[in-house]
């Protein structure tokens, strides 16, 4: 079946550290990779997505990402965490034979402390 | 949330009843989804729609419809057959050129059953 997972419900780090929240994800063949944010009570917003090319994806606010084929994971990260970054990250994967279903993870929660 | 808006933010159902969730966008876009979200859980998808007049079930379509009459608009409707519908519902739209394209999301619609 096809699935992803963010293995970790939430993640703490200070403010001004490097931050990362964790996708792997099981799909057959090279899918697509797209993370979002959601703040509370609203609705997702989209950060970036990979489809091909570069590993290494920049995105909004200054989050990126990194594609590993050879580990199926697409982790989100940000060099210097913000207060204003905690909210709850969702990372998705659309299959190559889909043209429009995205697969969900449950959700990471990010905590930055001041 | 730019361009999608859903209507109303908060919804409060007796049980027995239908209503109807309200999701316009203005950006021009072919396709449109409805997603449900639960605490804990990803998002899951209850109906899309990639054409006018057209439109297909998603992974839990039981006890919701939906109707697309207009490019603009996309209406679910929980009905009483829905048996556990308080959750967080969420639209989204996108263009259809290819599977690459992004899915666009609006603020959000809680639904509770009293």
């Known amino acids: 079946a096809q699935s992803v997972a963010q293995p970790e419900d939430q993640v703490n780090v200070a403010e001004g550290n490097p931050l990362t929240v964790k996708c792997t994800y099981s799909?057959?063949?090279?899918?697509?990779l797209f993370w979002y944010v959601q703040y509370p009570n609203r609705g997702l917003q989209f950060l970036l997505k990979?489809?091909?090319?570069?590993?290494l994806v920049k995105g909004s606010y200054g989050f990126e990402a990194e594609f590993n084929k050879s580990q199926t994971s697409f982790h989100l990260k940000k060099p210097s965490a913000l207060v204003s970054d905690s909210a709850l990250y969702f990372c998705?994967?659309?299959?190559?034979?889909?043209?429009?279903?995205?697969?969900f993870g449950s959700g990471t929660r990010l905590l930055v402390r001041p | 949330d730019g361009g999608i808006t859903q209507s109303p933010k908060y919804l409060f159902r007796k049980e027995g009843q239908n209503v109807t969730l309200s999701c316009e966008q203005n950006?021009?876009?072919?396709?449109m989804y409805w997603y449900r979200q639960d605490p804990g859980q990803g998002l899951r998808l209850i109906y899309y729609?990639?054409?006018?007049?057209?439109?297909q079930k998603g992974d839990i379509a039981e006890g919701y419809s939906v109707s697309r009459e207009k490019k603009e608009s996309f209406p679910l409707t929980v009905t009483s057959a829905q048996k556990n519908p308080t959750a967080f519902y969420l639209c989204?739209?996108?263009?259809?050129?290819?599977?690459?394209?992004?899915?666009?999301f609006g603020p959000g619609t809680r639904l509770t059953v009293l």
């Open positions: 989204a739209s996108s263009i259809v050129r290819s599977n690459t394209d992004t899915q666009y």
């Open positions: 799909v057959s063949g090279n899918p697509y």
């Open positions: 990979y489809i091909t090319g570069d590993n």
């Open positions: 998705a994967v659309r299959p190559l034979d889909s043209s429009y279903k995205l697969i």
């Open positions: 950006l021009n876009h072919d396709a």
């Open positions: 729609s990639q054409i006018v007049n057209d439109f």
